[in-house]
Structure formats: C-alpha cells, structure tokens
C-alpha cells in the first residue's frame, strides 16, 4: 500500500517562503511525474509544478519565477519551495505521483495559507 505524505504547509506573510516536502511509503516503482496541485476554495485543482524523471518541469504560469520544485529518485521524495507567496496562492497543495503505467498517487493535502 503506497502513501504520499504532505508536510511543510503553514500561515505565511505575503512575500515570505514556504518549503513543502512529499515523501512516500510503500513499495512504489516506475514513477515518472512528480508533481504539486493546489486546490482553493470553491476552484478547480490545479497543477503547480511537475518533474518528470528525466527532469523536464512544468510550472503554472502565476508560479514561475516564484516556486521550484525537486526531486530525489532515489527516496522517492519531491519539493516545493514557494518564494515571494502571493495571498491568491492560498490552498490546499496535494503531492501527486504518477506511474509509466498510469496509476495516479496522491497525498491527503497539506493547507497554505498567505495573508495580506
């Protein structure tokens, strides 16, 4: 049984930092993606950023320039430092693995909130 376990999330200030990390448990193989949605009051989840496992990354377009995330193949673990928040990244930000084979794993979520 694979879980994904969220942590780093937390009340900021507006243009402080935040570091969120994913770590999983189980026996996971074959993951391609890794990556982070977010998720905010009464709107659709989003994706954040992705890795593949070559490295290539995606990032919404409000993120970049401000998030980077990484990874570690070897433990199974990526990150997200998020600089410079923005109240309208406020959410709840979800860990999300994807396998070669198209199984979709997902952590329970852990809650950013940046006031103004």
């Known amino acids: 049984h694979v879980q994904l376990v969220e942590s780093g999330g937390g009340l900021v200030q507006a243009g402080g930092s935040l570091s969120l990390s994913c770590a999983a448990s189980?026996?996971?193989?074959?993951?391609?993606?890794m990556g982070w949605y977010r998720q905010a009051p009464g709107k659709q989840r989003e994706l954040v950023a992705s890795?593949?496992?070559?490295?290539?990354?995606n990032y919404a377009d409000s993120v970049k320039g401000r998030f980077t995330i990484s990874r570690d193949n070897a433990k199974h673990t990526v990150s997200l430092q998020m600089n410079n928040l923005k109240p309208e990244d406020t959410a709840v930000y979800y860990c999300?693995?994807?396998?070669?084979?198209?199984?979709?794993?997902w952590g329970q979520g852990t809650q950013v909130t940046v006031s103004s």
């Open positions: 189980g026996t996971i193989t074959s993951i391609n993606t």
């Open positions: 999300n693995f994807k396998s070669y084979l198209s199984l979709d794993y």
């Open positions: 890795m593949t496992a070559k490295g290539s990354t």
